[in-house]
C-alpha cells in the first residue's frame, strides 16, 4: 500500500489544522492505521493510531483531547484533526499502515509548524 500524507502547513497556536492520509494500492480497510511525528533534532514519536473498522482510537498522553483520528475506508483516507495546537506540536507528521504487529507502510510526512 501507498500512503500520501497532506494537510501540513504553518499555524497559530491555538488553530487547527486536519492532516489526510491517502491510501492506493491496497484496502485501507486492511490496515490500523497510526500517526507519528518527527520535531527538529528528536526521535519520531507515536501520536495516536486507530483500529480498521475505526471504532477504536488510542493517542499518546500530550494530544490526548486535543487530537481526534478518524478514518472513511470507503474514500481509503485516513485523518488527523489537530486542535488547538501548541509550538511543541512542531514536527513532521507520518502516517503508518500496520496490518499485523509492526507499521510496515509509511507516507512521505508533511510538515506542520505552528508560531508562537
Known amino acids: 500500500v501507498q500512503l500520501q500524507a497532506s494537510g501540513g502547513g504553518l499555524v497559530q497556536a491555538g488553530g487547527s489544522l486536519r492532516l489526510s492520509c491517502a491510501a492506493s494500492?491496497?484496502?485501507?480497510?486492511?490496515?490500523?492505521m497510526g500517526w507519528f511525528r518527527q520535531a527538529p533534532g528528536k526521535e519520531r514519536e507515536f501520536v495516536g493510531d486507530i483500529t480498521r473498522s475505526g471504532r477504536k482510537t488510542y493517542y499518546t498522553d500530550s494530544v490526548k483531547g486535543r487530537f481526534t483520528i478518524s478514518r472513511d475506508n470507503a474514500l481509503n483516507t485516513v485523518y488527523l484533526q489537530m486542535n488547538s495546537l501548541k509550538p511543541e506540536d512542531t514536527a513532521v507528521y507520518y502516517c503508518a499502515a500496520r496490518p499485523g504487529v509492526r507499521y510496515e507502510y509509511w507516507g512521505q510526512g508533511t510538515l506542520v509548524t505552528v508560531s508562537s
Open positions: 494500492g491496497r484496502t485501507l480497510s486492511n490496515y490500523d
